[in-house]
């Protein structure tokens, strides 16, 4: 950002800051479908008529008294029908049997304490925040056919909202016709429950995979009571550097999700049981692996396996929700420009040596696609959305799963050419962690989630350095408005994602500021020649940024002659909120050329970052990495700009 751009935002956040002192009974707003000015809690019992059994489970916690304090909650209240089917289905002959410990769950898991969400917020998908338990509430959505195809919003599947967005002065209740329902079962369990899955979780049995679904919670992980609820002021975010909290999560856990074809989606393709799927396999990771065909079809335990290949290509190492694999909702939606580009991501699998490509189209969720819009090359493989799975929860305890319309494999033409593209993945997608504690994709709030040393999967952070993700604000000038911090006098090593072989120019994508440092980047230990002044903004000589102009010749040239100094712009693909201005027309947006490598997918590559800087107070914005192959940066026509 631009120190003038900080300047304001310091003022806009000290008027704030200023507004909420000053408020008064009369400064609160009126409630989107009613003008009661009452609390979460004081609507429930005012509505005791509905709610006076919820209300009874709430008073045996201290939650009931904390939906009556100041804050921005989300509550999905159970009405009393709700409730007494709960008590139906799990024997109990009244609330006051249910043990203490019960009460406090289904508690927490009916609220949402950090954020307000209405339906005309978000109506398909996962909520940005985590409920109390630490688990994700999704909505989905269907036509009630008998009351004019009005639309029905149900939370995890099984529970209907019977009202809505009933707007409280701390917060947003919504009424459901059942407990929301949270599951003991392990991932792999979960999908073996599912009558629609027999042929993959026989796979997954089969190959072992299922054991690799079974790790939880870090029981080596801790963390202090005030770093969790309290969280300590930092200085690594510009603009609002002194208004943003960093706070780190109280547990750590370790979460999977699994993309999954419905037998039907097998039958469609000729396969009926598991033998056919072990032939299926074999025909095509024969292909992709030539040099491993024949050698381990007898032990589907072998990671080289067919089967095994097959089956871990549709396990990942973190928790996606249908909405969290690409740029969210609120960003997609104001800052990313469709017209250009598809959203996307990409991510490793647990195939060893694989990636996947995630797009989201307006049609949808794809993996694995390749074109714009419409105009495709590579249709992929549609993920399918709540509203389109059917009346079953796919959350499991330490997961989710996901139907898929067609057959998802790692096959050549994914190899060769959907893969053969310029890979661009955000920093907040490079460690699993980002993900599994909800960090990525925290949508709204000026908050770092910090991350203990020791606790970042595929990072190496030595001793004095922070790290801290970001979450999404529309007006950050960064790719999908988030970025990880590192900030002390730090020294940081990452794994990069696997990717096809071949000869990759590998790029780092950041912000420069005053107030940043200087960085010496290593490959694999080998220096990437001298170190990187994350301070100097584009229009220095050193860099060459030269604003675009209607001369697309004298552009071209001007991007070559960047190039030729170890810089490019940053892509047009994404602007700021309300900006008409991409990132490409920011010159402290930039990209550095760090090094042109020969990488294979079989053999991991590091990056490792050093401050320069003896500087405690210096820090560096790390926005996304880009590993292109020559086939882009090399070809005739040049590589665009998105």
């Keep these: 950002m631009t120190m003038k751009l900080n300047k304001i935002i310091l003022c806009s956040c000290l008027c704030l800051i200023a507004a909420l002192v000053s408020c008064n009974d009369d400064d609160i707003p009126m409630n989107y479908y009613s003008s009661t000015k009452v609390t979460a809690a004081g609507f429930l019992e005012e509505n005791s008529e509905q709610f006076s059994e919820f209300n009874k489970i709430l008073k045996r916690t201290p939650y009931f008294s904390m939906l009556g304090t100041y804050g921005d909650f989300t509550v999905f209240a159970p009405n009393n029908d709700g ?20 009460c406090d769950t289904i508690a927490r898991t009916h609220i949402i304490k950090k954020g307000a969400f209405f339906t005309t917020d978000i109506s398909e998908g996962t909520l940005p925040q985590l409920n109390m338990d630490d688990a994700y509430i999704v909505l989905s959505s269907d036509s009630d056919v008998m009351n004019n195809n009005a639309l029905i919003y149900y939370v995890n599947k099984t529970s209907r909202m019977v009202a809505r967005d009933d707007s409280v002065t701390n917060g ?33 049995k089969l190959t072992g995979m299922a054991d690799s679904l079974t790790k939880y919670i870090d029981e080596t992980y801790s963390c202090g009571e005030d770093s969790v609820h309290e969280g300590v002021m930092v200085r690594c975010t510009s603009g609002s550097a002194l208004m943003t909290r960093s706070f780190w999560p109280e547990k750590r856990y370790f979460k999977y999700t699994a993309f999954v074809e419905p037998d039907e989606v097998y039958a469609k393709a000729g396969i009926t049981d598991i033998h056919g799927l072990i032939e299926y396999a074999k025909q095509v990771y024969d292909q992709t692996y030539p ?3 024949g050698l381990y079809d007898d032990d589907f335990t072998h990671r080289k396996n067919p089967l095994n290949r097959f089956v871990s290509y549709h396990l990942l190492p973190r928790i996606g929700q249908y909405n969290s694999w690409v740029c969210s909702g609120e960003m997609r939606e104001h800052c990313w420009l469709t017209s250009v580009s598809d959203p996307e991501e990409f991510y490793e ?7 996947m490509r995630f797009c989201g189209p307006s049609a949808g969720l794809f993996i694995n696609r ?9 249709r992929g493989v549609k993920v399918l959305s709540p509203s389109e799975s059917g ?15 067609r057959i998802l494999a790692y096959t050549p033409e994914v190899r060769d050419k959907v893969l053969n593209c310029r890979i661009r993945i955000d920093a907040t997608a490079l460690s699993p962690d980002f993900m599994n504690c909800n960090g990525r994709g925290r949508y709204g709030e000026d908050l770092l989630t910090g991350f203990k040393n020791g606790y970042i999967t595929d990072w190496e952070a030595r001793e004095g350095t922070y790290v801290g993700v970001h979450s999404d604000v529309g007006y950050w000038n960064s790719y999908e408005g988030n970025a990880v911090c590192v900030s002390g006098v730090f020294d940081l090593t990452i794994k990069l994602p696997p990717v096809p072989d071949g000869t990759y120019e590998i790029r780092l994508g950041y912000t420069a500021n005053a107030e940043r440092g200087v960085v010496q980047v290593y490959l694999n230990n080998e220096p990437c020649g001298i170190p990187v002044d994350l301070r100097v903004y584009g229009p220095d000589p050193v860099i060459g940024w030269v604003a675009d102009t209607d001369d697309e010749e004298e552009n071209v040239a001007n991007d070559k002659a960047m190039h030729n100094r170890g810089y490019m712009k940053s892509p047009d693909c994404y602007r700021p909120w309300d900006s008409d201005q991409t990132l490409r027309d920011l010159s402290w947006t930039l990209r550095r050329v760090l090094a042109t490598q020969y990488l294979q997918a079989d053999k991991p590559n590091y990056l490792r970052f050093r401050q320069v800087l003896k500087d405690p107070n210096a ?13 882009v940066y090399g070809s005739p026509e040049g590589e665009d700009t998105h």
Excluded at 83 to 102: A, F, H, K, M
Excluded at 349 to 355: A, E, Q, S
Excluded at 393 to 400: F, K, P, S, T
């Design 172 to 204: 947003v209740v919504h009424s459901l016709d059942n407990v929301i329902s949270a599951t003991n079962l392990l991932l792999a369990d979960k999908i073996a429950d599912d009558s629609t899955l027999t042929i993959f979780s026989e796979a997954l």
């Design 349 to 355: 699998t647990m195939c060893p040596g694989t990636i």
């Design 391 to 405: 009346t079953i929860d796919q959350n499991a305890l330490n997961g989710v799963y996901h139907y898929v319309d």
């Design 83 to 102: 409730i007494r089917r709960y008590l139906e289905r799990s024997g109990y002959g009244s609330v006051d049997n249910i043990p203490t410990e019960t």
């Design 619 to 631: 820090y560096w914005s790390f926005d996304y990495i880009e590993l292109c192959p020559k086939s």
């Design 370 to 378: 390749k074109g714009l819009q419409n105009n495709v090359s590579v």
């Design 291 to 293: 040099q491993d065909a």
